[in-house]
T-cell receptor
């Protein structure tokens, strides 16, 4: 079991460029999440998906879109990147039996 | 929505001493309180959790206590070891059930050998 995988690990963008962060889990979990982590601010929820075909906004959704492609995959898209989106992005999936969230290794994004 | 405050933001202890991290939450409907450990360059990993029908839970050197009346919960690590050095996050569910959690801002624990 690979758990939760994320690609890419690192990315540098220029302001205005777009990109998609990929996430996949092999634990057959229904719920998946995207967080951003900034110094001193903990983990803040961007979007989540309670099940295949549904997505909901979290605490900081502005500037992002998501797609729950199937049960395994949940992608995060930045349509027009801004320096304020420089952050480390984590994807997670949740076990419905234990409520434990399992996190991927993260994507470090820098927007110049 | 739920608001979780975590203290201290940094904590240094000598190896073998105990470490305590405290969190408070605002939503009395919160019923699930996980703690995550994040090592450098990695994603957070659950180390222990507690539900609102329990006051204390232990797992070897780690324990969590919950005071629902005061709306605070704490992580206790005894006999600290250098490998305990990491960032620790508390979290609470809020009124949305188990689907979402709100995280505290983190505590960077340094265990000095």
């Amino acid at each position: 079991n690979a758990g939760v995988t994320q690609t890419p690990k690192f990315q540098v963008l220029k302001t205005g460029q777009s990109m998609t962060l990929q996430c996949a889990q092999d634990m057959n979990h229904n719920s998946m999440y995207w967080y951003r982590q900034d110094p001193g601010m903990g983990l803040r929820l961007i979007y989540y998906s309670a099940s295949e075909g549904t997505t909901d906004k979290g605490e900081v959704p502005n500037g992002y879109n998501v797609s729950r492609l199937n049960k395994r995959e949940f992608s995060l898209r930045l349509e027009s990147a801004a320096p304020s989106q420089t952050s480390v992005y984590f994807c997670a999936s949740r076990s419905s039996s234990t409520d434990t969230q399992y996190f991927g290794p993260g994507t470090r994004l820098t927007v110049l | 929505g739920e608001n979780v405050e975590q203290h201290p933001s940094t904590l240094s202890v000598q190896e073998g001493d105990s470490a305590v991290i405290k969190c408070t939450y605002s939503d009395s409907a919160s019923n699930y309180f996980p703690w995550y450990k994040q090592e450098l360059g990695k994603g957070p990993q659950l180390i222990i959790d507690i539900r609102s029908n329990v006051g204390e839970k232990k797992d070897q050197r780690i324990a969590v206590t919950l005071n629902k009346t005061a709306k605070h919960f704490s992580l206790h690590i005894t006999e600290t070891q250098p490998e305990d050095s990491a960032v620790y996050f508390c979290a609470a569910t809020g009124s949305g059930g188990y689907q979402k959690v709100t995280f505290g801002t983190g505590t960077k624990l340094q265990v000095i050998p």
